[in-house]
């Protein structure tokens, strides 16, 4: 494929709280490509996510990270957002006090302004919102609720699928999005992932199964362990890695 | 002995009573002298006194303010508007430097023999419905503040509800400050009556014009008859340069609820102090506070909820933001009486500090004389919560409407308790304005 690179990232060294955490990790991502990105619990995959969206506390210490050509490491986490990335994140935070209608109204024309479009108002966005409810089968009255607060683990969960339907990023990268969901609700949440699929955007998928995969079948997949990509493969890698697990990295191949 | 102004106050009294109080009813005269030898035995209170520990008055005491002058002349409604006041259809009583200011003013038709005015018109009338009342909750001997305003005030305003008598809009009382030249002092009065089964909301809505050393001695005495309902906000938004000392004394009959929403915005030092005293079997308290305080200010808020009688309940939710040096003080006071069984308190105090050199200080007191009775108390000090402002930043908000969100938040908690829509619209939005003063919006 030759399609343009949308995200670059060479080398790449983290820490957080003092802990390094990624060391040395390489990844590309083309538009329009979905990258599975797996590997053992504590490896750092939520920690390359948050390195992507920004997050304060996580430094970087080595490499580059390059979104369409530009540092990322300098962009504030809500150019970044407006710029069209999107974290789905592992675990969503309850903000009570602030209802859900009014913080994607907020975060809806904090990007269109970005990408200059007119700003919604009420009436319009209330419309938009509805029709990207129904997409991840949301019940409306989430809408008036306090952000994430008392929801499901599952509806924490489509509650992101749904941010990133209104928001329509570029690059999305769910993180964990299937765990905590049944049957039902992981067709619903791929289903939703799956109609922002196309030539432009790109996502990169974190999850420890396969069964997500058979959803939103992914371009590539990683194994990261140790803070570094140690395997690429195509999706019959994801086959793979279920049947045996990670103790091959230790042994063999990957080992840190 | 530290030496403070208290023989400027005692010596400008002669004149004050012969000139400026001279209309006085003789009950008022001697309640007035009363007052002045109080505050000259005692001074200013010190941190020696236990209620005073946190907050110290020293400055304030040395100080010899002048009466404000009047003032009412140089300001102009469109002054009046450039301090947005809440806009509801309402009765607007404006006080400037203490003085009632007519022609700033909106009194509307009351129904239902409601009598509504200034205290100064009020008092030379034979009819004067204010004997009994002024200084029966606000004592002069109980403490050097309430004695100073009994002894110098001149005006603020009177309501008296009479029983069964409903009030659905809002009175509107601004405290207007003017500070002059030099440090200046203003006495604004507030006395509400409601009568059986009445029902009230007032607003004292506290504000300066301009800068400047001016100190603002508050009282606000409020008696509710069995059955009445009252809901007062008490709205200190003065300079920066000002000091707000305040006394609300509240006495509730069987049955009765108050309900009291005390916000702290403006002031170099502030001292909201409430006594409520639950008179009557069944009486409702309920407290709320809001204070933001940034730079060098001082806010301090001392409530002492008495349950004299049986099955009282009362609540109090208290929440600051402070910031830079700012200092908070929070002290809830709840007795309960020999024979006040069944007697409810619940005390809550949350604080946002956004700065490492910002302080509070909560400190709930419970005196509790009866046994079956029901009393919790929590307190809390926290920063804005890091996990929520990525959360928001990374769905493209800004860090600083995300603060603000967050903010808005934690205020919301307590301004959702006010219970006429518009006031709590008008107070949300004043509110936010003045969160987004603190560093927040420098970060
Ligand atoms: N802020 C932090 N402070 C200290 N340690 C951290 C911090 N963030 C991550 N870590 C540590 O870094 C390692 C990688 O964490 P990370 O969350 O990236 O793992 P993960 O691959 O997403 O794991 P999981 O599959 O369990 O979600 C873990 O050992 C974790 O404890
Ligand atoms: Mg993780």
């Not at chain 1, 750092?44 to 992507?52: E, P």
């Not at chain 1, 129904?134 to 609720?145: A, F, G, I, Q």
Request: aromatic share 6%.
């Amino acid at each position: 494929m030759s399609s343009e690179i949308l995200l670059q990232v060479e080398g790449l060294c983290a820490r957080a709280a003092g802990n390094e955490i990624l060391r040395g990790l390489d990844l590309t991502v083309r538009a329009g490509e979905v990258h599975a990105v797996m590997g053992p619990n504590g490896s750092g995959k939520s920690t390359l996510a948050n390195v992507l969206a920004g997050r304060p506390g996580v430094e970087v210490t080595a490499g580059k990270v390059l979104y369409r050509g530009r540092n990322l490491v300098e962009m504030a986490p809500e150019e970044r957002a407006r710029e069209g990335i999107f974290l789905a994140f592992q675990y969503p935070v309850e903000i009570p006090g602030v209802t859900n209608l009014y913080f994607l109204k907020a975060a809806a024309n904090a990007v269109r302004k970005h990408r200059g479009l007119e700003e919604l108002d009420a009436m319009d966005f209330l419309s938009l919102a509805r029709r990207k409810m129904k997409l991840v089968e949301m019940d409306e009255k989430m809408m008036s609720r306090a952000i994430n607060e008392g929801f499901s683990g599952g509806e924490k969960k489509r509650n992101e699928v749904l941010q990133m339907a209104i928001l329509e990023p570029v690059l999305s990268i769910l993180d964990e999005t299937d765990s905590g969901l049944d049957i039902d609700a992981l067709g619903i949440v791929s289903r939703g992932v799956n109609s922002l699929r196309s030539a432009e955007r790109s996502m990169i998928v974190i999850t420890h199964y396969q069964r997500l995969l058979d959803h939103i079948v992914p371009d590539r997949v990683h194994v990261l362990a140790g803070g570094r990509i140690v395997r690429s493969g195509g999706k019959e890698l994801a086959l793979e890695l279920e049947e045996q697990g990670y103790a091959w990295i230790e042994g063999g191949a990957g080992a840190a | 002995m530290t030496r403070d102004a208290r023989e400027h106050y005692v010596a400008g009294f002669g004149q004050f009573a012969e000139r400026e109080a001279a209309g006085d009813p003789p009950w008022l005269h001697a309640l007035r002298k009363q007052a002045i030898a109080r505050f000259a035995e005692t001074g200013f209170p010190t941190r020696d006194d236990e209620a005073w520990r946190y907050t110290n008055l020293g400055p304030i005491a040395r100080t010899p303010f002048e009466i404000a002058a009047p003032a009412s002349a140089v300001i102009g409604r469109a002054d009046l508007e450039r301090l947005s006041f809440p806009v509801f259809a309402c009765s607007v009583f404006v006080f400037v430097n203490g003085r009632f200011a007519p022609s700033l003013s909106a009194p509307r038709a009351l129904a239902g023999g409601i009598q509504i005015g200034n205290l100064a018109a009020a008092l030379p009338s034979p009819l004067c419905p204010l004997e009994g009342h002024l200084g029966s909750l606000a004592r002069p001997d109980e403490g050097a503040l309430v004695a100073l305003n009994t002894a110098f005030f001149t005006d603020g305003v009177m309501l008296h509800v009479p029983a069964g008598v409903e009030i659905e809009t809002p009175i509107h009382v601004v405290y207007l400050s003017v500070p002059g030249e030099r440090a200046t002092i203003s006495y604004p009065r507030t006395l509400v009556v409601a009568g059986r089964g009445s029902r009230a909301t007032v607003v004292e809505d506290f504000v300066s014009l301009g800068g400047g050393v001016a100190f603002t001695n508050a009282v606000c005495e409020i008696a509710l008859a069995e059955g009445s309902a009252v809901e007062h906000v008490s709205l200190q938004r003065e300079h920066e340069d000002a000091a707000h000392l305040g006394a609300i004394r509240v006495r509730q009959a069987r049955d009765s609820r108050y309900k009291a929403h005390g916000i702290s915005l403006g002031g170099r030092l502030t001292r909201n102090d409430v006594l409520a005293i639950l008179d009557g079997p069944g009486a409702d308290c309920e407290l709320n506070g809001f204070y933001v305080a940034s730079d060098a200010q001082h806010v301090d808020n001392h409530t002492t909820i008495d349950h004299a009688r049986p099955q009282g309940t009362s609540r109090e939710f208290y929440k600051g933001v402070l910031d830079d040096r700012a200092r908070g003080v929070f002290s809830g006071k709840v007795i309960v009486r020999p024979g006040a069984q069944k007697t409810s308190a619940q005390q809550t105090n949350k604080n946002l500090l956004l700065s490492a050199d910002a302080e509070i200080d909560s400190k709930p007191q419970l005196e509790i004389f009866a046994d079956d009775v029901r009393c919790s108390h929590g307190s809390s000090i926290g920063q804005l919560d890091e996990d929520a402002l990525f959360y928001l930043r990374a769905r493209g908000i800004d860090l600083a409407t995300a603060r603000s969100l967050l903010m808005r938040a934690f205020s919301a908690e307590i301004t959702a308790r006010i219970g006429i829509g518009a006031l709590r619209e008008r107070i949300d939005e004043l509110l936010l304005a003045r969160m987004l003063r603190t560093r927040a919006e420098a970060a």
